[in-house]
């Protein structure tokens, strides 16, 4: 894990492929360090995330973003994104992305000039 520090965030950039988010709380313990050091923004890579993340029936993607939202924490995912087939995992993806708290982007420079904005 990397920290990038700029004027408007503090992101910590995950990028080993060894990190395996299962879950809210295996990404809650994947973070905590890094919240301590005053991250409030963070990378991941889509294959971070198990296939179940993409499959929105399971509520996995909907519990682990509305728990990095409770505790106001913003998160991109990034990857290849553009030959998802499902039409409720499209919507929500670009949901996302419209708004300030969660996005899913193609590259580690989108995600950082993302996650730099900040809310006015």
Same mark, same amino acid.
């Given at each position: ?12 950039? *995950? ?13 809650? &313990?994947?973070?905590? &360090?890094?919240? *301590? @050091? ?7 890579? +889509?294959?971070?995330?198990? @296939? @179940?993340? *993409? &499959?929105? +029936?399971?509520? !996995?993607?909907?519990?682990? !973003?509305q728990k990095m939202?409770? *505790? ?16 409720? !995992? ?23 000039? +993302?996650?730099?904005?900040?809310? &006015?």
């Amino acid at each position: 894990m990397k920290i990038i520090e700029n004027e408007n965030a503090k992101i910590g950039v *995950y990028d080993a492929q060894d990190v395996a988010i299962s879950n809210a709380q295996a990404l809650l &313990d994947s973070i905590s &360090d890094s919240v *301590y @050091e005053g991250c409030t923004d963070f990378i991941f890579r +889509k294959e971070h995330f198990p @296939e @179940e993340f *993409y &499959d929105l +029936k399971t509520g !996995l993607a909907g519990e682990i !973003l509305q728990k990095m939202t409770n *505790y106001r924490l913003r998160l991109a995912i990034v990857g290849d994104f553009t030959s998802v087939n499902s039409n409720s !995992l499209r919507a929500f993806i670009a949901e996302s992305n419209r708004g300030t708290q969660n996005f899913f982007v193609a590259t580690e420079e989108e995600a950082i000039k +993302k996650l730099s904005r900040r809310a &006015d």
